[in-house]
């Protein structure tokens, strides 16, 4: 790690050209630390310096640094499954059977991936509250930031996420995998006039069968991962672009504010400096050192802290923790109760409760709370940053108070998620009765 | 000079869109199936000196023939919600019922595992989110064999009834 002074000295100054053919984990300098962002590929994203407090774990709790490292999981545990899984309906089952206990190290690969996914449902869901909460969607003093349509790119990724997961549980052709086609299709199909047409596209015909399994497949290995990859880098690009994490705009706005009392228009001025296309949060940079510290090391070591101890939980996780395998799909018998993975046991729990009369007209509860309401929940809060009227002083504060209403109504609807979530899974048993945990199923034969 | 460089660049640019559209469309098209591969909706279940008195659940068809002295009816176990099987469940006392203006002998209730829609003997949508009633199917005689035939694609009014000579 030595630098030798002579080409040091030797090297031409002129801009995009670098001293230094190698990059340091463990810079000496601020040029170093610099030079190790632009001359690494895997660095080229972040910037050269973050403000500090962006990088506190209380503040975001790494939870979208997390959802990546799963996501870098899912890949890469994928990888060997789809050299190992056959998408069809007479070998699929077998095929994940020998993963499970035939293929050397096949149960415990099976189990990263899909730990992962699951733990990715929940990181997701928890960044979106994060985001909320702290108002992270709004745009603050920085020129040019379009915070909104990062959380639009969000809201696509959670979508994303969701429909993977789903055409993942597919994939072993087992009980759980055909109802949950049975359902997911029938409740596409419950859409007025264009419903048939919809479940015969994405089922390849009227009954569940071969070309249902290929459909499902190539939108869980090719066409959704894509999509999210391409989401992902937007996302990541609209971060760079809005200034960073949307703390690092209230403490422009402190600094601003602070040095608005002695001279007002001359400090304006100095924040104006970055008026067109570089963001604000440059002249602060400049403007108060303090606040700042270098990308590398303090920003790499935290993402590096937080992807591997994700992997390292992961892995160690996934040697305790089976992956479940439920009898061969059988269409002939559906399970008793047939339940949804945990994540969408608050959608069973709503499209049971939803079915209502008027008169002699009967709408079904498939559409009311299969498209409707979650329909309308997703545009609701696609929408919401323009919905949203609160002071930019408001962005990236935790429990903002010009924000305690909104925050409110949010957290009591993701109570009402969690509530049903936790009903579906703990009190519902055969006929999808309400029985207390405590309580014993009554003996149901499995046949009629 | 320039209009007619703004017309081709128009022309270009159009020209694309409706390339990229159509490549667009017939992708899409391609994915809904012109031939279908699955099973007849009309199938042969047996004789019906062969049904057992009451009910006899076919897991095939997911159908549910019954069967009362020489008068059959069949009535589809799937249920009208989000398409789960139904099973059906023994009533401890059989009920006599009109029908469809013919009387019928109830001997079974319908309950679906997947949301806990519960139906009568005749099919009717009780409770749960259930929002149709079990559709009746034709049932008729092959003049071959004399098997029963179901028609899964035929949906009958609730006063069919098919009475075997």
Redesign the interface.
């Known amino acids: 790690m030595s630098t030798p002074a002579k080409p040091l000295a030797a090297a031409p100054t002129a801009p995009g050209v670098h001293p230094k053919a190698l990059w340091s984990l463990a810079p000496r300098s601020d040029r170093e630390s610099g030079d190790a962002v632009v001359s690494n590929f895997l660095l080229h994203w972040f910037p050269a310096k973050v403000f500090k407090r962006s990088l506190d774990w209380t503040y975001s709790f790494w939870l979208g640094t997390i959802t990546s490292a799963l996501l870098l999981l899912l890949v890469l545990s994928g990888l060997p499954l789809l050299f190992l899984y056959v998408p069809s309906v007479e070998r699929a089952y077998g095929s994940v059977k020998d993963i499970e206990y035939v293929v050397t190290f096949g149960s415990w690969i099976r189990s990263v991936h899909r730990l992962s996914a699951h733990l990715m449902v929940a990181a997701v869901c928890l960044h979106l509250v994060r985001v909320f909460l702290t108002g992270a969607y709004k745009n603050g003093t920085g020129r040019g930031q379009r915070r909104e349509w990062n959380w639009v790119l969000g809201v696509g990724m959670l979508l994303s996420t969701l429909f993977l997961s789903f055409t993942g549980y597919l994939l072993p052709w087992d009980q759980l995998a055909y109802?949950a086609v049975?359902?997911g299709t029938?409740?596409a199909s419950?859409i007025p006039v264009a419903g048939a047409a919809i479940r015969?596209?994405l089922i390849?015909?009227?009954?569940i069968?071969q070309?249902t399994l290929i459909?499902f497949y190539v939108l869980h290995v090719l066409v959704l991962p894509g999509a999210l990859g391409a989401f992902f880098a937007y996302h990541m690009w609209r971060v760079r672009k809005d200034g960073g994490l949307a703390r690092a705009d209230r403490e422009a706005l402190l600094r601003e504010k602070a040095e608005e009392l002695p001279a007002k228009t001359k400090t304006y001025t100095l924040l104006g400096v970055a008026r067109g296309t570089a963001p604000a949060i440059r002249s602060t940079t400049l403007e108060a050192p303090d606040l700042m510290v270098n990308a590398v090391p303090d920003l790499t070591r935290r993402v590096a802290t937080a992807v591997l101890g994700t992997i390292a939980a992961i892995s160690i996780l996934s040697t305790l923790v089976r992956s479940p395998l439920e009898e061969a799909a059988n269409?002939?018998?559906?399970?008793?109760?047939?339940k949804a993975p945990w994540y969408f046991l608050w959608l069973?729990e709503i499209?049971?409760?939803?079915?209502f009369h008027i008169g002699s007209f009967?709408?079904?509860?498939?559409f009311v709370g299969?498209v409707i309401l979650p329909g309308l929940l997703v545009g609701v809060l696609t929408l919401w940053p323009w919905l949203d009227k609160s002071p930019a002083s408001a962005t990236g504060v935790w429990f903002a108070r010009t924000r305690r209403g909104q925050n409110l109504v949010f957290l009591a609807l993701c109570l009402v998620v969690v509530l049903f979530t936790l009903i579906g899974t703990f009190c519902r048993g055969?006929?999808?009765?309400f029985y207390w945990p405590w309580e014993t199923w009554p003996e149901?034969p499995t046949?009629? | 000079m320039t209009e007619r460089r703004d017309f081709l660049m128009k022309l270009g640019l159009g020209a694309g869109v409706a390339g990229l559209a159509s490549q667009g469309a017939a992708s899409l098209r391609s994915l809904v199936p012109n031939v279908s591969y699955d099973a007849p909706t009309t199938v042969k279940v047996g004789l019906p000196m062969e049904f057992p008195d009451g009910l006899k659940f076919l897991p095939d068809q997911r159908l549910f023939v019954f069967r009362q002295g020489n008068i059959f009816h069949a009535v589809s176990a799937v249920c009208t919600h989000l398409g789960c099987t139904v099973r059906a469940e023994a009533l401890s006392q059989p009920e006599e019922q009109t029908v469809g203006g013919a009387p019928l002998r109830l001997t079974h209730r319908f309950l679906c595992p997947c949301h806990g829609s519960k139906y009568g003997g005749d099919g009717t949508n009780l409770s749960g989110p259930a929002p149709r009633p079990l559709a009746w199917y034709h049932l008729e005689v092959a003049p071959d064999d004399g098997q029963l035939v179901v028609d899964l694609a035929l949906e009958v009014g609730r006063d069919f009834r098919l009475t075997v000579a």
């Open positions: 109802w049975t359902v029938n409740i419950s015969e596209l390849g015909g009227r009954t069968d070309p459909r269409a002939l018998v559906t399970p008793n109760p047939a069973q499209v049971t409760d939803t079915t009967t709408v079904n509860g498939a299969g055969p006929y999808w009765h149901i046949r009629i």
